[in-house]
């Protein structure tokens, strides 16, 4: 079975600026790179799971989303780690649908297309529903990146034990480096 790592798309992989429907707008973020390709080089695949309210709300349309993906997934190809696929929730949050983050149907979705292991899987988000998506989705690595340094945290987020102030930071953790161990053993295997 593979095992995957699952990226939040805004305040992952590219800057939060609260929505990001163009192009122009896609800063990525520091590490992520470099993070995608030591996960790559272990034999894990990329995906990209992200909520789009935006488009629920009527800032950008979906075609605008699709270019904005077009775009990143084109640059992960030129640093030579590929993003397999990626799903999006364009709902508005009061439409309680079955695929917005924290449920856990996008994720659950790749795994069955992909015949995912997703107990040997992570995932990174800047959310506590990212995080919660990931835990009821079953996966064993979860990791939180702190929105402190975009000031962007919400006052009411709960406190969870582990969070990161940056991708750099993560990469220097343990529980990191267990995910692409566990990964490494598996492969030997
Ligand atoms: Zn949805």
Known sequence: MVRALFLDRDGVVNVDYGY???????TFCDGIF??????????????IITNQSG??????????????????????Q?????????????HLPSELCACRKPQPSMVLELAKIYNLNLVKSALIGDSVP??????????????????????KRKSNEPVFPQ??????????????????LDCILEGNR
């Open 20 to 26: 990001v429907g163009s192009v122009a707008d896609v």
């Open 130 to 151: 990212d995080i919660q998506c990931g835990i009821r989705a079953g996966i064993r690595y979860n990791f939180l990146l702190s929105r402190d340094a975009q000031g």
């Open 78 to 90: 030129d640093f030579g780690c590929p993003v397999v696929d990626y799903r999006w929730c364009p």
């Open 163 to 180: 969070k990161y102030d940056g991708i750099k930071t993560l990469m220097k953790e343990k529980r990191w480096k267990e995910f692409l």
């Open 34 to 47: 470099e993070l995608v390709k030591t996960a790559y080089d272990n034999d894990i695949k990329i995906f």
């Open 55 to 76: 488009i629920g709300r009527g800032f950008y349309s979906e075609k605008d989303f699709l270019e904005v993906m077009g775009y990143i997934l084109g640059i992960f």
